[in-house]
């Protein structure tokens, strides 16, 4: 399914315009990237959390020219529900 199959889904079963739903839909994108951006877990009942995890530094060769460089940062996790689990199985 793509975002635009998403938004035609969305409005179609809150009977929304399709404009409408892709502005509410880009603004929930925004407000959960902003969220994130901040260190700041969302919480999704019955859906999942996403949340944001720390990398270890660690030491990487450029296999090119030998030169060690090192690599750590924040990297975007998530994590199912019960709820989502239980219908997708």
């Known amino acids: 399914m793509t975002r635009a199959d998403l938004v035609v889904r969305m409005s179609q079963a809150a009977g929304w315009p399709r404009a409408s739903t892709e502005r509410a839909f880009r603004a929930m994108l ?6 994130l951006r901040r260190g700041e877990p969302v919480t999704l ?13 660690r030491t990487l060769r450029n296999p090119k020219t030998g030169h060690a460089v090192i690599v750590a940062g924040r990297t975007p996790r998530f994590k199912p529900s019960a709820e989502l689990k239980a219908t997708v199985r």
């Not at 859906?47 to 270890?56: E, L, N, W």
Request: hydrophobic residues 45%; proline residues 5%.
């Open 30 to 35: 925004v407000a959960v990237r902003g969220a």
């Open 45 to 57: 009942v019955g859906f999942g959390t996403f949340s944001v995890a720390r990398r270890r530094p």
